[in-house]
């Protein structure tokens, strides 16, 4: 009697994992496509950025039109939030995780943002008054909370995504140049022959 429930528990296990899965696989695949849509349509900008905080997305003063489009669960969720300054206006951007801790606060940068998503940055000029790292200054490091390491591990498997794009790119680039090296040495044979 013990082993047929404890055979059932596997079976169901078993079943939950292989189910999870595949379910997981589709949304990676779902997630990379969404990613390489955005990095498509990411124009460069130049903007000073003001402040960066995370924070629940209704508190963002983000578009009536963005808030709208959001699901209700979504809305109280906390997001990384960047206030810049493109040109004449103060815009509220929403910023990838992946960059948030690299996004300097009082600093001017070139960044790529695509809608009102910041993809990348590259830094200009930093303030003059941001502070030390902390392997300068001497101090211990900072115990980090449950909510702060998970953060760290997204941040890590977006960096991963993102250079899983760049590679794939470049996997296709080196496959279509080999295909008209092909092309071209059997172009020369034809001639020759």
């Known amino acids: 009697m013990f082993w047929i429930i404890l055979l059932i528990v596997l079976v169901v296990l078993i079943g939950a994992i292989v189910a999870l899965y595949i379910v997981g ?9 969404q990613k390489e849509e955005m990095m498509a349509q990411a124009q460069p900008t130049s903007m000073l950025i003001i402040d960066k ?4 997305l209704r508190e963002a003063k983000l578009p009536k039109v963005v808030m709208e489009q959001t699901p209700k669960k979504y809305q109280k969720a906390k997001v990384p939030v960047v206030k810049a300054k493109v040109g004449p206006q103060i815009v509220t951007l929403l910023c990838d995780d992946a960059i948030y801790d690299d996004v300097p606060t009082k600093g001017e940068v070139k960044a790529m943002v ?3 998503y910041l993809v990348s940055v590259k830094s200009v000029r930093k303030s003059k008054n941001a502070p030390a790292p902390e392997e300068e200054t001497g101090k211990k490091k900072k115990k980090m909370s449950f909510r702060e390491k998970m953060r760290k591990q997204q941040a890590d498997y ?3 995504l993102k250079a899983d794009i760049e ?4 996997k ?4 279509a140049e080999k295909e008209k090296a092909k092309r071209e040495r059997e172009r020369a044979k034809k001639i020759t022959d």
Do not use: C, W
Not at 53 to 56: E, F, I, L, Q, V
Not at 167 to 170: E, Y
């Open 25 to 33: 696989n589709k949304m990676q695949k779902k997630q990379l496509a």
């Open 53 to 56: 905080k995370y924070m629940p």
């Open 114 to 116: 695509s809608g009102i």
């Open 158 to 160: 977006q960096r991963q």
């Open 167 to 170: 590679n794939k790119k470049t």
């Open 172 to 175: 296709e680039q080196l496959k």
